[in-house]
């Protein structure tokens, strides 16, 4: 059962569009949730769950527990919540892959180069018969794309598949990524150092093409515009070192760092998984997260280190490990290093019963909390604004939906009790999430059509004191 999850997960998370879209998330959440409640009844009823081995298992709780106490004390933890559970599921890889047989390992690692093929396929269609000059095959764009090959390529090679490593390698390029480029030369380089044989003097050739080739851009807006993201979240983990903003928050908090004379700087992600990491779950959170993470590297293949010091340098530079079909196939990748090992805890035939009965009444509670962020979003999508409200009360988006939907019939039937309901919710969604800075000229705004001046002068005081983007020169 185990080894069917992961196959499923890694097979079909690159192609729902690298599972960024929130039905794709839910979906796989969905289907890992309910095959790990099957296995577990099935395992209680046997009267032995075997677990991996206590290292691993405290480095996970720790991970677990301090990514739960971010989402908790996140000023946001309503819409950290679909970040978490994207986390727990990274997290969920690492806690079975040693469970799982290295029958079954071979078998997720053929899937992974499997799907590899069928994006090429895509990415080759895209380029020749869609004429996209960076293709992107499955995923949302061709930087994570990008990122998805940094990871897969290594493993070809790894398992003498040549041709496909060649034909991912070709699709590279395709995809523009410069910083992909000198990310693989850069592993290269450092997997070789000692040696210093023909792949160390290839890497550092490539990285110095690469790093002429990018030059002229070095005044681009793109890199002004990654200098003030990665700077903001420099702030974000100074404003809470310990716990974070909460997990899948960056993109939330980032307005109150917004630069307002730089045009096109909103975003989703710090474009630097270190940054974002810290930012987002905290200091200790990061350490332990990275500690662990190389710790397991050195039980890794020289080709499985290749792939993660590829895609953790371009995810300096990028987002390619916020996309979360590339972070699970990390988090794979990083697990593969653990050998085959159960510590399994047997249990007496007097609590079978009532512990089985147990683990069905929290995996359908469990369901149902993976299945709400869907439910809504698709409120949302249809403007019930109202029921949305009453499944997620802390989320701001339906509050949000609810002021402007007010606002609208105000303007256009001028009924002052239909101001006073819009800046009702104005004011919930503020309370909410008061990082979103249109939210407190809107509610500035909609004092000055309800007359209140003096209202409006004190939502602008208040709103200057989550605008910290001059604390970044």
Not at 24 to 51: H, N, R
Not at 261 to 290: C, D, K, M, P, R
Request: net charge positive; proline share 5%.
């Amino acid at each position: 059962m185990l080894g069917f999850l992961l196959t499923g997960l890694m097979a079909l998370a690159p192609l729902l569009r690298g599972s960024w879209d929130q039905w794709a998330q839910t979906f796989l959440q969905l289907f890992v949730s309910l095959g790990m409640l099957l296995w577990l009844l099935g395992k209680t009823f046997s009267g032995t769950v075997p677990l991996p081995s206590p290292q691993q298992r405290l480095w996970i709780f720790l991970l677990f527990l301090l990514s739960g106490i971010s989402r908790i004390l996140s000023p946001l933890h309503a819409l950290a919540d679909p970040g978490w559970l994207n986390l727990l599921l990274g997290l969920w890889i690492l806690f079975v892959f040693p469970l799982v047989s290295e029958e079954q390992r071979l078998r997720i690692e053929a899937t992974i180069l499997n799907v590899g093929w069928i994006l090429f396929l895509l990415a080759f269609y895209q380029r020749f018969f869609g004429h996209e000059e960076f293709p992107s095959a499955s995923l949302i764009n061709a930087n994570s794309f990008a990122g998805y090959i940094l990871l897969v390529f290594p493993l070809a090679l790894e398992k003498k598949k040549g041709l496909l490593g060649f034909c991912l390698l070709w699709t590279l390029l395709w995809t523009g990524s410069k910083g992909a480029w000198i990310s693989l030369s850069v592993a290269l380089m450092v997997l070789h150092f000692h040696r210093r044989g023909l792949p160390f003097w290839a890497g550092l050739f490539i990285a110095a093409l690469c790093l002429v080739m990018m030059m002229d851009k070095m005044s681009s807006p793109g890199v002004t515009h990654r200098l003030l993201w990665w700077k903001a979240a420099w702030n974000m983990v100074s404003q809470r070192p310990w716990v974070g903003f909460g997990p899948g928050a960056y993109g939330y908090v980032f307005p109150s760092f917004h630069v307002l004379s730089v045009q096109g700087l909103s975003t989703l992600y710090a474009h630097n998984y270190f940054l974002e990491v810290f930012a987002e779950l905290g200091i200790l959170f990061g350490l332990i997260w990275f500690g662990g993470i190389a710790r397991l590297t050195t039980r890794l293949s020289r080709y499985k280190k290749m792939a993660l010091l590829a895609i953790l340098s371009h995810s300096l530079i990028d987002y390619g490990l916020s996309i979360p079909a590339n972070f699970w196939i990390f988090c794979a990748v990083v697990a593969s290093g653990l050998p085959p090992r159960e510590c399994p805890i047997h249990i007496p035939g007097r609590l079978k019963a009532p512990l089985m009965v147990s683990l069905f009444l929290a995996g359908l509670c469990w369901v149902g909390r993976v299945y709400r962020p869907l439910r809504y979003e698709k409120l949302l999508a249809k403007e019930h604004f109202e029921e949305a409200r009453k499944i997620l009360p802390q989320s701001p988006l339906a509050h949000i939906g609810l002021s402007r939907l007010f606002y609208r019939e105000y303007l256009s039937r001028k009924e002052p009790h239909l101001l006073l309901e819009s800046i009702r919710y104005g004011e919930r969604a503020i309370e909410l999430n008061p990082y979103r800075l249109s939210g407190w000229e809107d509610l500035r705004q909609r004092y000055r059509d309800l007359g209140r001046n003096d209202l409006a002068e004190e939502a602008l005081q208040r709103g200057k004191k989550y605008q910290w983007a001059t604390h970044l020169f």
